[in-house]
């Protein structure tokens, strides 16, 4: 009886001591397994003017430059991560990624998914078409005709469905843009934000322009879901705009009329 006893006991003390472990699994801080392990890994696409490559193979932008200045607030590297935009929920549950920071506008499924930071950039999501075209578009009503290009997973990709407009989804907002540059769709859907710097005079697309607003919306960093991160971006975003460096980054990529005062 004695022994039934003590084999009780040290299978509720195992159980406990379980129950103690994956506890303090879910509740670690994600602020302390970024500092031990000394990197920060952000996932990205090509995305001008918020993360894409200079002549020499860097990764700059605006979101690039912040995530640096925050990465060496936490005493780390920063690793820059391309990801495939449909699967970036999965990449930070899997830990792939520590960070989604990539021009994301902050949708219901992406702030139920994710753990996210405030609103930090004011975007839309625009129709661009070429430019001798252009005068034919004032309103969504007058484009529902055209053939779309969009990138899949994102919020061009959600205004098209709300609109019912005819569309193909592809890998990324730099692909659509070429689509319609190739005469392959008659339009595309991107970031406002994206099409000031991608088309239009002075830039590789000079014969394409951005015509109308469908939505309007606003950029978020996705940490995973609970994580103090968010809280600590948050902090550090508040410091950058209040010495100023952060206005200072923006006017670089000139995005500084769609900065969000932290």
């Keep these: 009886m004695k022994k039934r006893i003590i084999a009780a006991l ?8 379980l129950v103690a472990c994956g ?16 990197t920060l890994v952000v996932g990205i696409t090509d995305f001008a003017p918020m993360d894409y490559k200079d002549d020499a193979g860097n990764w700059i932008g605006f979101d690039a430059d912040m995530a640096v200045k925050v990465a060496e607030s936490l005493g780390v590297e920063v690793k820059f991560v391309e990801i495939d935009w449909d699967n970036k929920i999965l990449e930070l549950d899997n830990k792939s990624i520590d960070v989604v920071w990539n021009g994301m506008t902050l949708t219901d499924e992406v702030t139920n998914s994710m753990g996210c930071t405030k609103a930090y950039l004011n975007n839309a999501q625009v129709v661009v078409v070429p430019s001798s075209e252009a005068s034919k578009y004032t309103d969504a009503a ?79 960093i ?29 006017k670089k990529y000139g995005v500084q009329d769609a900065l969000i005062a932290q």
Aim: net charge negative; aromatic share 6%; proline share 0%.
């Design 142 to 220: 007058s484009v529902s005709a055209l053939s779309f290009a969009v990138e899949s997973g994102s919020a061009g990709e959600a205004a098209a469905k709300d609109n019912g407009y005819s569309y193909t989804s592809l890998t990324s907002q730099a692909d659509a843009v070429m689509e319609v540059d190739a005469g392959t769709s008659q339009a595309c859907i991107i970031d406002l934000l994206m099409a000031g710097a991608m088309v239009g005079e002075g830039t590789s697309y000079a014969d394409l322009t951005h015509t109308v607003e469908l939505t309007k919306e606003e950029y978020g």
């Design 222 to 250: 996705g940490c995973r879901k609970g994580s103090d991160l968010a809280a600590y971006i948050n902090d550090q975003l508040a410091a950058f705009y209040k010495d100023g460096s952060m206005q200072d980054i923006a």
């Design 23 to 38: 506890s303090s699994s879910t509740s670690a801080s994600d602020v302390d397994y970024i500092k031990n392990k000394g």
């Design 10 to 17: 040290a299978i509720v003390g195992l159980t406990m001591g």
